[in-house]
């Protein structure tokens, strides 16, 4: 995971194929998205930092979670970028070929599957323009859902980071158009469950 690495970051190669997600999401759309979007963000956070030298030794997870210790010249950028990083490597990672169960424990926390769908959905709907949803435990231990806006991750926040859903209209707007609804639909197909217990 790049939430351990330092600068100078390195994208990633996406741990499955292009069309591994299909028909769910399409190798086009996972092309664009990993290759360009993802390396943009991994260029932009290495420029942000590339003359503070202060801060290579911190991890991206330690850079995300302290974001007021960053002179205030690059804070946006790597809150920007670094996010951006951060989510898309975990976005990635975190989907698989279809066909994982659903987690018990998931469904005892929210109950039921249905009802952890209907919620994730609603906060990836409801989030206005361009963000995440999130699954997160929270300071308190509780599994919680929420959604972000742009960039913005859960250690910020003092949340620790489990699932994220990209909806961003970069994420789906190749296959789905305008359609975010049927896009959350289809990622409910590709969630890599085992990654997420693990998280948990
Ligand atoms: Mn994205």
Do not use: C
Request: aromatic share 14%.
């Amino acid at each position: 995971m790049l939430s351990d690495s330092v600068y100078p970051f390195q994208l990633p190669e996406l741990p499955y194929a292009y069309d591994a997600l299909e028909p769910y999401i399409d190798r086009k759309t996972m092309y664009f998205h990993h290759d360009r979007h993802m390396q943009t963000y991994v260029d932009n956070l290495n420029k942000a930092l590339a003359s503070y030298p202060e801060y290579h030794f911190r991890t991206l997870e330690e850079l995300l979670t302290h974001l007021d210790d960053l002179p205030e010249e690059i804070r946006t950028a790597v809150r920007n970028n670094g996010g951006g990083v951060y989510n898309h490597d975990l976005y990635f990672d975190l989907m698989s070929p279809p066909g994982q169960a659903f987690p018990e424990e998931l469904a005892e926390a929210f109950g039921g599957e249905d009802n952890w769908k209907r919620q994730m959905k609603a906060a990836a709907l409801g989030q206005f323009g361009s963000g995440f949803a999130w699954l997160v435990r929270d300071p308190s231990g509780a599994l919680k859902i929420l959604a972000l806006p742009n960039q913005d991750n859960p250690l910020s926040l003092g949340m620790q980071p489990i699932l994220p859903l990209d909806v961003w209209e970069h994420a789906y707007y190749l296959k789905y158009q305008n359609l975010r609804s049927d896009y959350i639909d289809s990622w409910f197909h590709v969630i890599n469950w085992e990654e997420v217990l693990r998280r948990m």
